[in-house]
């Protein structure tokens, strides 16, 4: 059986493969998540993805790398993790009584025959936010959860009082989404189902 190893550290995109029965193994990759100059939503997080496949691939030749990179978008603007409580801040005003698009890169590398094989693409989920007051938008940040999540928030978590409604892949939203994960694993001999 070919061995898998998720390229990244995320508990949530674990929890995710856990979920559809995926054997893996996990290791970090330190790439400089860094958006370039002029660099639209789409291209960022399929690069970072790719990057980071690449680098799984590097280091762990023998095995099929997943590799991941998720981001909000709103306004045309890309919404990282927040650097600290007044970039959460910042970030959740924005995303306030407005709609986004949360966008996940995936990627998946092997060696064949000698040959780096590598296949990406990147998945769009629309999301509709109420209004949150300011009250409300200083009570989320003192739990903790805006923290190492992009756009300062988890729809799994406390937030999921902010979300209206969804239009597209829920597990997009949570960091990997699950049935082009799952397609793009089977087209690498990975199984799911385990």
């Given at each position: ?13 674990k929890e ?19 958006v370039l ?38 306004s045309g ?118």
């Open positions: 059986m070919t061995e898998l190893l998720l390229a990244s550290g995320s508990p949530r995109r995710l493969l856990d979920q559809i029965g995926v054997h893996y193994q996990t290791a970090s990759m330190d790439i400089d998540e860094s100059e002029n660099e639209v939503p789409h291209d960022y997080v399929v690069r970072l993805a790719r990057e980071k496949a690449q680098a799984g691939i590097n280091g762990h030749p023998d095995m099929v790398v997943l590799a991941a990179d998720t981001t909000v978008v709103v603007n890309i919404l990282g993790k927040p650097e600290d409580e007044n970039d959460a801040r910042r970030m959740l005003k924005l995303l306030t009584g407005s709609t986004h698009h949360v966008l996940t890169g995936i990627a998946v590398a092997t060696i064949a025959q000698g040959e780096l094989r590598l296949e990406s693409q990147v998945v769009s989920t629309e999301v509709y936010f109420s209004n949150i007051s300011e009250q409300e938008i200083e009570q989320y940040i003192q739990t903790g959860e805006p923290m190492g999540k992009a756009g300062a928030y988890g729809i799994q978590g406390k937030a999921s009082l902010f979300v209206e409604r969804i239009e597209g892949s829920y597990s997009n939203v949570v960091g990997l989404p699950l049935a082009e994960t799952g397609k793009l694993l089977e087209r690498f001999n990975i199984a799911v189902w385990n």
